[in-house]
């Protein structure tokens, strides 16, 4: 294998986010919708609410609202369209339990488990590097069992290792020794750009066909999880 580590990405490279995401959120609107009394469906109140996570998303990343000011807008927007009455505390809950329960919700892409069984086999060290809550996304890795390919001290966590993508130096710290490193991410900003700069090959899993990597860009891109499989498994 000419790779001697492959690092990825956790959510929307390993597991489907959008969809963990759509499923949890359902499930606590209809929760809401019930307590509320209130006669819309929770699939038409979910395509309210992620027209706003959507349109507001830009207030959030710009730094002009914080993540919780993001949260509650997205909630309270949503339900005044349909008339009902909520409040932040009701918000915070809300996301509160929808970032308890994801986990819960998620479930690997296909192709995943048959690529890291195969890459088991194999003299490569498999790693994972991710932001977000040591807490969450360990929830996450134990609910998709990802411990059956993964040691603890290969799993870099931005609040645990005190450092987060974009920065590379959260790549060059998972790099501690000598080796020829592989990421696999599904942000061009997040995961792409610093891990080039820290020095790794990437694979650019576009998986929810967005931003397409610029034209004269030689990095492989692909948007699924299977096309992962056949890149790297073309380097064994
Ligand atoms: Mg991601």
Not at 48 to 69: A, I, L, N
Not at 129 to 151: A, C, H, P, V, Y
């Amino acid at each position: 294998m000419y790779w001697t580590h492959i690092y990825f990405d956790l959510d929307n490279t390993l597991y489907d986010h959008e969809k963990a995401f759509r499923k949890t959120m359902l499930h606590f609107a209809e929760k809401m919708l019930r307590r509320k009394k209130a006669s819309v469906s929770p699939e038409k109140w979910f395509e309210v609410f992620k027209r706003y996570c959507d349109d507001y998303w830009d207030h959030y990343e710009s730094g002009s609202w914080s993540r919780e000011t993001y949260q509650i807008n997205r909630f309270q927007s949503a339900n005044e369209s349909f008339n009902i009455n909520s409040n932040a505390e009701e918000a915070l809950d809300f996301q509160s339990n929808y970032e308890w329960n994801v986990a819960t919700f998620s479930e690997l892409f296909p192709g995943v488990e048959e690529l890291l069984t195969k890459l088991s086999n194999q003299p490569v060290l498999l790693g994972i590097i991710t932001n977000g809550s040591d807490e969450i996304q360990r929830s996450k890795i134990k609910e998709l069992r990802l411990d059956r390919w993964f040691n603890n001290e290969n799993i870099y966590i931005s609040q645990h290792v005190g450092l987060s993508k974009p920065d590379p130096q959260i790549f060059n710290y998972a790099k501690e020794e000598e080796g020829n490193f592989l990421y696999v991410g599904d942000s061009l900003n997040q995961d792409v750009r610093p891990a080039i700069e820290a020095g790794f090959d990437v694979i650019y899993f576009n998986s929810r066909d967005t931003d397409k990597r610029p034209s004269n860009s030689t990095i492989p891109e692909v948007t699924t999880f299977n096309e992962v499989s056949t890149v790297i498994l073309a380097n064994l």
